[in-house]
C-alpha cells in the first residue's frame, strides 16, 4: 500500500488551494504553496481537471502527474483525491507521494495505480527470479474477484474502481513484510509469499484475507457483496520453474471458483493430483462419495444451488446429477471439443460406499471432436438436443462417432447444445456399463432443464 506522506493539500472545485499540510509548503517552489496548477506540469493538467469532474460522482481516485519540487523540478507523484463533503458543497483532498524517492521497486512503471500494488511486469519479474534459485520457498497466489463483471454492472465502474483498491490494501496490510503483491489483470492479483514454511503459515495470510474482502460490504439480508478466491502453489516443493508454479496456482484458482468461490485452494498432490514433468495429472483422482438424492428434490434444487446467495458450483451439479440418476460419466464442454471443461465419471463403489448408498464420483477428461461430423449435428433437434439409444444403428451413416461409441462402449448418450455455441458448448451425459439403461422420458428432460439452468448460470458467472 502507498503511504501519502509527501504532502496535502485542499481544493476547492474550481482548483483554488483552500488548505496546505507543511509537507506541500516544503516540496513546492517557494511562493507557489497556494497554488496547484502552477506547480503541475502543463501537459499534466488535464489529468488533475479531469480528476475534479471524476469526484462528482465518486468519493475517491488516484491519479498520476508531474509536480514540481523546491528546486523546480518535476516529479512523478502518486495522489488520492478524496472528497470532503460539506453541508452545501465539498472539497478535495490530495495526499500525493514522491515516487522517485520510493526506492527502484516504487518507480512509477511499477506500479499499478488502480489497487496501489505493483505491476503486471513488476511482480512477475520478481517472482521469476525468485524462482530462478530453488534455495527460495514462496507461495505463488492468483487472487480472482469473485462475480466481478456484475459488481461493475449492477453498481457501477467507479464501485468497482474503489472495491480493488480497497482488496489491494486490505492483501498489502496482511502480507505485510512477508510478500509481495501485484496486479496482473483486470480483477486478478498475484501474490508472492515468502515466510510461509507450511500450509498452516500460508492459512495464516489467505484466510484473513479471504475475511476481510468478505465483511467489506454486505446486503440487507448479510450476505457478503464482495468475495475473493485464491488459488496456491509452492515452489520448488511441487515444481521447479516459473510458469509451471503459475500454471499450478491458476488451476487451484479454477478449482476454487468451481467449488462455490470465496475460498482458498492451496495444492495437494494427495488431493489434486500429482505432478509429471511439470504437467497436473488430474485424471482418476477421487473427488468424493457422492449420494444419490430424490430426483424431484434435485431438479427443484436447482435453481436455488445455481443462482442462490449461497451459489453451489456448477461441478457440484454435475457430480449430483451422476450419481442421482446412476450416469456413467458426465462433461461440460466449452471452446474446446478436444478437451472437456470439466468431467466426472462412477468407479466400481467400494463396500463402504454400498453399506452408505453412496457413489464414487472420480474426475475425469474426454474429447467429443467427433460432434462436428455434419451428419451427426443434422441428429439434433430444434431444442438443441440429441439422445442415442440405440447408437449402432442410430450413428450407422457417420464415421468418427460410429467408431468412438463402438470403442468407448457408449450405449446411451445425451448431448444438450449451447445456445451460444460460438463457444462450442456442450452438456454430455453417457451410460457406458453392461447394465445401462435407456433413458426413461423423465429423465431427459430433467437433464435438459438441467442444462438449461447450467447454460444460463455460465453466462451470469
Partial sequence: MINYSTGTLIIDTELNVVDTTEGYSRYVPEGHENSLLENVKTEDQHLVREMVERLADEFRTDICFRLSD???????????????????????????????????????????????????????????????????????????VDNFKQINDTKGHSFGDKVLREVGEIITSILGSHGKAGRIGGDEIMMVIESAEDKNKLRSYLKPIRENVESLYRDKDGYPIVTVSVGSANFPLFVDNYDALFNLADRMLYRAKNRGKNRYVMYNPDIHGKIVDGVLLEENRVVQNTPPQDKMKMMLGTIEG????????????????????????????????????????????????????????????????????????????????????????????????????????????????????????????????????????????????????????????
Avoid at 530462478?132 to 497466489?141: A, H, S, T, V
Avoid at 463402438?406 to 462450442?424: M, Q
Fill in 70 to 144: 523546491k528546486a523546480g523540478n518535476y516529479n512523478w507523484v502518486t495522489a488520492l483525491c478524496e472528497r470532503v463533503q460539506t453541508d452545501d458543497s465539498y472539497y478535495i483532498r490530495i495526499s500525493f507521494q514522491d515516487i522517485s524517492i520510493m526506492g527502484k521497486e516504487k518507480k512509477i512503471l511499477d506500479i499499478d495505480f488502480g489497487t496501489g500494488l505493483l505491476s503486471k511486469k513488476a511482480i512477475t519479474d520478481y517472482a521469476k527470479e525468485k524462482c530462478k534459485d530453488p534455495e527460495n520457498m514462496i507461495d505463488l497466489c492468483i487472487l480472482d
Fill in 306 to 461: 445455481l443462482f442462490g446467495e449461497k451459489a453451489v458450483s456448477i461441478e457440484k451439479v454435475l457430480m449430483d446429477l451422476l450419481a442421482t440418476y446412476e450416469l456413467d460419466e458426465g462433461y461440460l464442454f466449452l471452446n474446446n471439443l478436444g478437451k472437456s471443461y470439466f468431467g466426472f465419471r462412477r468407479t466400481e463403489n467400494t463396500v463402504l460406499c454400498d453399506q452408505n448408498s453412496m457413489g464414487r464420483i472420480i474426475e475425469n477428461q474426454a474429447s467429443i471432436s467427433y460432434v462436428t461430423d455434419s451428419e451427426f449435428q443434422k441428429m439434433f433437434n430444434s431444442n438443441r438436443i440429441l439422445v442415442l439409444d440405440s447408437p449402432e444403428k442410430e450413428l450407422s451413416n457417420t464415421v468418427e462417432p460410429k467408431e468412438v461409441f463402438s470403442s468407448k462402449g457408449i450405449k446411451h448418450a445425451f448431448y444438450y447444445k449451447l445456445a451460444d455455441n460460438d463457444s462450442n458448448g456442450y452438456l454430455v451425459l453417457y451410460n457406458t456399463r453392461n447394465l445401462s439403461r435407456k433413458f426413461p422420458q423423465n429423465d431427459i428432460t430433467d437433464f435438459t432443464y438441467l442444462g438449461k439452468m447450467i447454460e444460463i448460470a455460465l453466462k451470469s458467472r
